[in-house]
């Protein structure tokens, strides 16, 4: 049995170890784990980011997809991998919301992960079909109050469209029915249909239809106002807190070193202030964040807090 000192110094060697291999890093390629098949968002994201980071680190940085799950088979494997940098993880609100919707997560993600960055933020529209009754968000929410359950959105399950309007309940006091879709595709056909009222899109598909008034925008979640949607309010113009914009971060093995986590961080902070991974982000509808980790790490904490909170209140089974 080793004696107290004994670990002490096997302790201390180990941390020798980890800072020489922190400071010579990376010395060989970086995998980039997504837990979402090619050509979605989150993995057309991941692969401006992995090129950006390649530049600056000289080592190759690969994108590895392993979609299952909901992309909890990824976090899984991310999670037992070395702490070393040479593992990481780019992930959707979805990370989030893994640990809200879940109820037996065999994951705890706030244990499991070291934040890097907050990469990206997506914003999502709030619009209305054509022939609805109310023209503004708050016109909208005065006749869901005279009108109790008479209104609808369409949805796909758990997720940051049914996390808004269960917060727009909780603020407003209003009743409006969830309709479930296969896909955010679907939900929006169905309000361009006429078949529900309401739903949360992207900028990208609304952004023609509201010049067409084939729909009515109420309200986008972003802070400021969008350059393709100038005339559209704010969340917070219209008093709305809880309109929720979708986001994507990097992360690494819980226990990697501070020296590691600064280092890729540095890559983020760069590649973020590159015209070109800019301009290739927004085409992806994403604005540029670049954040700091302990801003990630408020960021995550505070949705999983609140996302909590709405679905222990409005009674929403986990699965």
Do not use: C
């Amino acid at each position: 049995m080793l004696t107290r000192i004994a670990r002490a110094a096997l302790m201390f060697l180990a941390t020798l170890l980890g800072a020489a291999h922190a400071a010579d890093y990376p010395s060989r390629p970086v995998k980039l784990v997504v837990g979402y098949a090619p050509g979605g968002n989150t993995d057309l994201i991941a692969r401006v980011v992995a090129g950006a980071m390649q530049q600056k680190f000289g080592q190759p940085v690969l994108v590895e997809n392993r979609p299952g799950a909901a992309a909890a088979t990824a976090r899984e494997l991310v999670a037992r991998a070395a702490p070393d940098g040479y593992t990481l993880i780019t992930d959707a609100t979805s990370f989030a919301g893994y640990a809200v919707f879940t109820r037996t997560p065999t994951l705890d993600v706030q244990k499991a992960f070291a934040p890097v960055s907050l990469l990206t933020e997506s914003p999502g529209v709030l619009v209305a079909r054509s022939d609805a009754p109310f023209t503004s968000f708050q016109d909208m929410i005065a006749y869901a109050k005279s009108k109790p359950g008479s209104l609808n959105y369409g949805g796909i399950g758990a997720g940051v469209i049914l996390l808004t309007f269960e917060a727009m309940k909780a603020q407003y006091g209003v009743d409006i029915v969830a309709v479930d879709y296969k896909s955010s595709a679907e939900d929006y056909r169905a309000v361009l249909a006429g078949e529900v009222h309401l739903t949360s899109s992207t900028v990208s598909r609304v952004a023609q239809d509201v010049a067409n008034s084939k729909v009515r925008p109420l309200a986008i979640s972003s802070s400021a106002r969008h350059a393709q949607l100038p005339n559209v309010p704010t969340a917070r113009e219209v008093g709305f807190n809880g309109f929720y914009s979708s986001w994507q971060g990097l992360w690494a093995p819980a226990g990697t070193p501070n020296e590691v986590i600064r280092t890729l961080h540095g890559a983020v902070a760069e590649a973020a202030a590159a015209k070109e991974v800019r301009e290739g982000l927004e085409r992806l509808e994403a604005i540029v964040v670049a954040s700091t980790p302990e801003a990630l790490a408020q960021r995550q904490d505070r949705d999983i807090r609140e996302w909590r909170e709405l679905v222990r209140k409005a009674g929403i089974p986990q699965q």
